[in-house]
């Protein structure tokens, strides 16, 4: 299934609910415009500077890039090979392995780093046979080196990431497939990871509450539909980064 596909499901599953609402912008980054949040404003909230360190890390690794920044090439990107990761990090570092892309489906790639949890990310190939030429990244979890300019990783949260764009972004509700994914910003500083190459996906989750007051916040931002980041739920929630997709195929 091509990330377009993937994009194609998500947005009819979006419209079979909400067919009388404006339609979702693209999930994955595949369109250029922004939709406007469902939610009204509310509350604020000062932003977060972003983060330099990885707490828990080795503090000699270094930061290993996604995308471009501030001169640096990114480690991987649309041209990468098999043996270029060979080269660049050691064939004990490679393994072959079925990728998950959602929905029950998974195609043939290459795990680089598959146990190291923070260094760890999964490949599919555009060319499977020659492995070269990445069709998509992907990474998950709490936290990790990969980073995308100019300093989003796992484990940013939802303030971090306003402060890289210099404003609020849109996301989907809670508590369903689809749900926590940055859909909108809103013509800010990141407006670059939509609709370009790499197309850049970010979902974000909160975290597991455990008074009553929590979860009420919780509830009041879930569903299949758009909020702001500025309303009050939202900025008291903060929700952190747990999935990163890069996808270099074709809109």
Not at 24 to 37: E, F, H, K, M, R
Not at 55 to 60: L, M, N, V
Not at 129 to 141: N, V
């Amino acid at each position: 299934m091509s990330f377009q596909a993937y994009l194609d499901k998500i947005k009819a599953k979006i419209g079979k609910s909400r067919r009388s609402a404006m339609s979702i912008v693209a999930l994955l980054t595949a369109c250029s415009g922004d939709a406007p949040p469902s939610a009204s404003a509310g509350g604020g909230g000062g932003r977060e500077a972003a983060p330099t360190t990885f707490p828990g890390a080795d503090s000699t690794a270094r930061r290993l890039w996604l995308t471009p920044s501030s001169g640096r090439i990114a480690d991987i990107d649309a041209g990468t090979t098999r043996a270029d990761l060979v080269r660049r990090f050691g064939e004990a570092n490679l393994r072959a392995g079925d990728i998950s892309i959602g929905e029950g489906v998974t195609m043939a790639g290459t795990v680089l780093f598959p146990d190291d949890s923070v260094r760890r990310i999964e490949i599919v190939w555009v060319d499977v046979k020659s492995r070269a030429r990445p069709a998509r990244l992907q990474l998950s979890g709490n936290r990790s080196l990969w980073t995308v300019a100019p300093g989003i990783s796992l484990g940013s949260s939802l303030r971090e990431i306003e402060g890289f764009n210099g404003g609020p972004v849109t996301l989907t509700g809670f508590g369903w497939d689809f749900g926590g994914v940055i859909t909108g910003l809103r013509g800010g500083r990141l407006q670059h990871l939509k609709g370009g190459q790499p197309n850049v996906f970010l979902r974000l989750n909160p975290s597991v509450g455990t008074d009553a007051e929590y979860e009420k916040l919780r509830l009041s931002v879930q569903g299949d539909r758009e909020f702001g980041s500025e309303i009050a739920a939202m900025q008291r929630l903060n929700p952190r980064l747990h999935e990163i997709v890069i996808s270099y195929e074709p809109r």
